[in-house]
T-cell receptor, first 113, second 112 residues
Framework: DSGVTQTPKHLITATGQRVTLRCSPRSGDLSVYWYQQSLDQGLQFLIQYYNGEERAKGNILERFSAQQFPDLHSELNLSSLELGDSALYFC????????????FGPGTRLTVL | GQQLNQSPQSMFIQEGEDVSMNCTSSSIFNTWLWYKQEPGEGPVLLIALYKAGELTSNGRLTAQFGITRKDSFLNISASIPSDVGIYFCAGSRGGAGNMLTFGGGTRLMVKP
């Protein structure tokens, strides 16, 4: 158990819908990272928050957004869902700064029908 | 897309054999990490490397940070059935973001 929790474990929805994925980092970790894992693209970095502020953006679609709350949990919002958004979405956390290890949660499997 | 080339893509070995996999990049990374992922779970950190040339062990696992900073390898000695899974290398350039760039993974299968 990495100490990072994610809910829900599975999510099935229809195209055009909006969903919210939730992540709670390890106790004391200030950084939260979101990654998408798909069969064709592998593990891809989406976005990072550090202590409530956006720190870095990767290959995140404009239909996707995230935020980190004062209690440091984070939510990833996916809207206008398309079939191609079906994937595993992972949250990872780390304590601070460059060089620190990232610990991954169990992931949310999103299926868009 | 991915920037790290990981090989081999898959390996099917006999229990007790040693395993070697590697990861190469066209650009420099300041940190190399190795993760293992099992079905239905998130990646689990195995080894972290922070200095060029660094050689680090974790039980039967040994990993090295290449001196050019563009590559890393992972060795598993005396493999056992529970080593089955997908192994990923990941690199970080540090700085404000510290996001990870992942390799495509090596799927390891062990025959008892």
């Amino acid at each position: 158990d990495s100490g990072v929790t994610q809910t829900p474990k599975h999510l099935i929805t229809a195209t055009g819908q909006r969903v919210t994925l939730r992540c709670s980092p390890r106790s004391g970790d200030l950084s939260v990272y979101w990654y998408q894992q798909s069969l064709d693209q592998g593990l891809q970095f989406l976005i990072q928050y550090y202590n409530g502020e956006e720190r870095a953006k990767g290959n995140i679609l404009e239909r996707f957004s995230a935020q980190q709350f004062p209690d440091l949990h984070s939510e990833l919002n996916l809207s206008s869902l398309e079939l191609g958004d079906s994937a595993l979405y992972f949250c990872a956390s780390s304590f601070r700064g460059p060089g620190n290890e990232q610990f991954f949660g169990p992931g949310t499997r999103l299926t868009v029908l | 897309g991915q920037q790290l080339n990981q090989s081999p893509q898959s390996m099917f070995i006999q229990e007790g054999e040693d395993v070697s996999m590697n990861c190469t990049s066209s650009s420099i990374f300041n940190t190399w990490l190795w993760y293992k992922q099992e079905p239905g779970e998130g990646p689990v950190l195995l080894i972290a490397l922070y200095k060029a040339g660094e050689l680090t062990s974790n039980g039967r696992l040994t990993a090295q940070f290449g001196i050019t900073r563009k590559d890393s390898f992972l060795n598993i000695s005396a493999s056992i059935p529970s080593d089955v899974g997908i192994y990923f290398c990941a690199g970080s350039r540090g700085g404000a973001g510290n996001m990870l760039t992942f390799g495509g993974g090596t799927r390891l299968m062990v025959k008892p």
